[in-house]
């Protein structure tokens, strides 16, 4: 299996910060990967995906990069309503495997 | 609208087997690429497998071996995860997202459903 790898595990920020999550693939996925935003006793949301894709009703505050291994998701000036957890998926092979989040804490 | 509606908490002993439904509403479910995934309490989201509707192929997380089962209902437009030889390690909420395309773009997700394993 493809494993998924976030860092850092957990992030300390204030509103109006600038804050980039970083997911490395063990090998190339080129750019199949998805982003997504969980709240507490919420499901998942699709933020990014295809690495850089904007999911339609996203804030453009949030951008992601990246292809192969290496990938980012920034949020360019953090909002209260953002902090969660964060999780990347890879979708190049067909076992899909998430990383084990990064949770955004004030 | 796009809607997926999952079926209500299940309470299992260890052993049996839980099938949770995912019945899909607000678009065609004929040609829809549908993943399984679950939480336990404060645990990272885990990928379970997925299945697409039209052809009705699957793959499953191989450390899942043959306890899942994917299936889903044309005629209803509802998917299924059955999950058999529960064990209290499997006490999770279960989600189901789709992407109504066949591809890897779940966008839509299901509300969750909480399987608690408890002799």
């Known amino acids: 299996d493809i494993q998924m790898t976030q860092s850092p595990s957990s992030l300390s920020a204030s509103v109006g910060d600038r804050v980039t999550i970083t997911c490395r693939a063990s090998?190339?996925?080129?750019?199949?990967l998805n982003w997504y935003q969980q709240k507490p006793r919420q499901a998942p949301k699709l933020l990014i995906y295809a690495a850089s894709s904007l999911q339609s009703g996203v804030p453009s505050r949030f951008s992601g990069r990246g292809a192969g291994t290496d990938f980012t998701l920034t949020i360019s000036s953090l909002q209260r309503e953002d902090y969660a957890t964060y999780y990347c998926?890879?979708?190049?092979?067909?076992?899909?495997?998430f990383g084990q989040g990064t949770k955004l804490e004030i | 609208q796009m809607q997926l509606v999952q079926s209500g908490p299940e309470v299992k002993k260890p052993g049996t087997s839980v099938t949770v439904s995912c019945k899909a509403s607000?678009?065609?479910?004929?040609?829809?690429?549908i993943q399984w995934v679950r939480q336990a309490r404060g645990q990272r989201l885990e990928w379970i497998g997925w299945?697409?509707?039209?052809?009705?192929?699957?793959r499953n997380a191989q450390k899942f071996h043959e306890r899942v089962a994917m299936t889903r209902d044309m005629s209803t437009n509802t998917a299924y995860l059955e999950l058999s030889s529960l064990q209290s390690e499997d006490t999770a909420v279960y989600f189901c997202a789709a992407d109504i395309n066949g591809g890897t773009h779940f966008d839509s997700w299901g509300q969750g459903t909480l399987v608690t394993v408890s002799s």
């Open positions: 607000g678009f065609t479910f004929s040609s829809t690429s």
């Open positions: 090998q190339s996925i080129y750019t199949n």
């Open positions: 299945i697409v509707t039209g052809s009705g192929n699957t």
């Open positions: 998926q890879q979708t190049y092979s067909t076992l899909y495997t």
